[in-house]
């Protein structure tokens, strides 16, 4: 092995050939023992590589859908932690037909005001410990029918719902 100084890698013999002639022209020219040509001369001119600056874009913080989810509390137990179970409809893989799919969520409420049964909207917060990143919420009973039937027979003066009169009541 007394051939060490002709036995180096391919491009250390390039550079060194280079360094040897100082011709930095010559180096930039030379193609690589297998053929190629060095990455510089296939880059594109500098006029076209810059794209055109944009404007600055002022400060406005990102659009992002706001999570926020409709559960029945489920589990109140927890000193400010109520699990409510969301229950939505998707469509099933094979069958298409629209099933329920549930799932429970761990949320927080710091007052411990919900109570098993209580309808709450979830809204994403920043995470609270390993489970909990919703924030409880309450919202209004929609049902009117059940507000109804515990308030009785409307106002007492023989009036619907509509607040038209009865006919069972006759004309008076």
């Known amino acids: 092995m007394s051939h060490t100084g002709s036995l180096l890698h391919p491009l250390h013999s390039l550079k060194?050939?280079?360094?040897a002639t100082?011709?930095?022209?010559?180096?930039?020219?030379?193609t690589f023992l297998h053929g190629t040509t060095p990455l510089s001369l296939l880059a594109k001119p500098a006029s076209l590589s810059l794209p055109a600056a944009?404007?600055?874009?002022t400060s406005l913080p990102p659009i992002r859908a706001m999570r926020s989810l409709q559960g029945r509390?489920?589990?109140?137990?927890s000193d400010k932690t109520v699990a409510v179970e969301v229950t939505r409809l998707a469509p099933h893989p094979k069958y298409k037909r629209r099933v329920r799919k549930k799932k429970k969520y761990q949320a927080h409420d710091p007052e411990n005001r919900f109570k098993v049964g209580d309808v709450v909207q979830l809204e994403k917060s920043r995470?609270?410990?390993?489970t909990k990143t919703f924030l409880a919420v309450p919202i209004a009973v929609r049902?009117?029918?059940?507000a109804s039937k515990s308030g009785g027979d409307g106002d007492g003066d023989g009036e619907g719902e509509l607040g038209l009169p009865l006919e069972s009541q006759g004309q008076q």
């Open 16 to 19: 060194l050939s280079a360094a």
């Open 22 to 30: 100082g011709a930095a022209a010559a180096a930039a020219t030379t």
């Open 54 to 57: 944009r404007p600055p874009v």
């Open 73 to 77: 509390v489920v589990c109140a137990t």
């Open 127 to 130: 995470p609270i410990s390993k």
């Open 143 to 146: 049902n009117v029918r059940a």
